[in-house]
């Protein structure tokens, strides 16, 4: 399990180095998991740091702790849970694909997961080809890198139809 850490670790609506300003040099060296500010199911933040930080200190007092006697963990906010998922994190990129009548086909048993996988990509035109990452914003030459082509590109239609290198692979 990893312990949620007291100084560089967003619970607090931002890290305390940041709250704190702590110059990066110094922060390097803090590390604290949370849990040791709370013993006896309740924050015990040091008079110094109350006084030197009311605001900080104010909101770490705030928050409500559990009763019952559980490790901090990392928790991630976009589900009900608390646990990342699959699932749980392709909902909260965007919407669901609408579903597809042959999508029944590609994922069965029978089928290696990472040619479905492949084919399940190439079928959305999904694929990372050179410009699809240009259309994110990655700055790479517009080259086939099987045939070094630059007047086609690097586009799903070439790679898969019309590369004669690709031709010759298949
Ligand atoms: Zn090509």
Not at 62 to 77: G, T
Not at 106 to 129: E, F, G, N
């Amino acid at each position: 399990m990893v312990l949620v850490d007291f100084w560089h670790e967003n619970w607090l609506g931002d890290s305390i180095v940041n709250l704190l300003q702590i110059p990066t040099i110094a922060a390097q060296t803090l590390y604290c998991p949370v849990q040791r500010f709370i013993p006896n199911s309740n924050w015990s933040i040091a008079e110094a740091h109350t006084s030197a930080f009311p605001d900080v200190s104010a909101s770490i007092l705030q928050l409500p702790l559990s009763i019952d006697e559980i490790d901090n963990c990392m928790v991630w906010p976009f589900s009900s849970t608390g646990h990342m998922t699959i699932a749980a994190s392709y909902s909260y990129c965007g919407p669901a694909l609408p579903p597809v009548s042959w999508a029944k086909h590609l994922w069965k048993s029978y089928v290696p997961p990472r040619i479905a996988a492949v084919a399940w990509r190439l079928l959305w035109d999904r694929l990372p080809t050179e410009l699809e990452l240009q259309k994110r914003c990655f700055h790479i030459a517009s080259c086939c890198s099987l045939c070094h082509s630059f007047s086609h590109g690097e586009t799903t239609t070439h790679l898969f139809l019309h590369c004669d290198s690709a031709k010759e692979l298949f």
